[in-house]
């Protein structure tokens, strides 16, 4: 996605990327801020010169790189993502990835927040959620399957409905990631197709 953003940023921005980059290095040789630190880049991109967001994350990667920052892998957001007390959470999240990962023709992706699964484009995220839960979002473009757990997404990860897993059922019992990933199949198959 950012190689497309990257190419048409002249014509979206009036800029090339490589000029946005030199803008950057040259504020950041004024002292205003981090070449190496990808999300003051962005910040200071949508401050100064009220960048949409997909070019801000095109220029603040490509300099950051060109400035020897490199980013996280998967494995490394998703260690991040569930350390401390989410600890609980990560077998259900790798469940849900692998189910994902197993309809083929996908990858997962490296996210702050979250991990996303894509096809042609993201059909699914994945990340802790509220109350020591795990939230799982789909994108249906077409037909939503009937499934009581599903309610509609509210700004989560271009998700158009979320469903939550404790690591604990109501009685007590720990949620089986095996059982859990059988159960998201369909659902996970339906965003899969329709992305």
């Given amino acids: 996605m950012m190689r497309a953003v990257a190419r048409t940023m002249s014509e979206r921005t009036g800029r090339s990327l490589e ?30 010169h009220a960048l949409p967001q997909n070019s801000q994350w095109a220029v ?32 259900l999240h790798d469940a849900v990835i692998e189910a994902g990962l197993a309809l083929g023709q996908a990858e997962a992706q490296g996210r702050a927040g979250y991990i996303p699964l894509v096809r042609r484009t993201q059909f699914a995220a994945v990340g802790p959620g509220t109350y020591g839960r795990l ?11 009937d499934d009581p757990r599903l309610e509609p997404a509210k700004g989560f990860a271009q ?37």
């Fill in 159 to 195: 998700a158009t409905h979320v469903l939550h897993v404790a690591p604990q059922g109501q009685d007590g019992a720990a949620t089986d990631p095996a059982e859990l990933a059988r159960s998201l199949e369909p659902l996970l198959r339906a965003a899969w197709e329709q992305n």
């Fill in 60 to 91: 603040a990667d490509a300099t950051a790189r060109r400035h020897g920052w490199e980013p996280p892998t998967v494995e490394g957001y998703t260690d991040a993502m569930y350390s401390g007390r989410k600890a609980p959470l990560r077998p």
């Fill in 19 to 48: 000029q946005w980059v030199a803008l950057v290095e040259a504020a950041a040789g004024e002292g205003a801020l981090d070449p190496g630190d990808p999300k003051a880049v962005r910040a200071w991109l949508k401050a100064e």
């Fill in 135 to 145: 939230r799982i979002g789909l994108r249906f473009r077409g037909a939503v399957p």
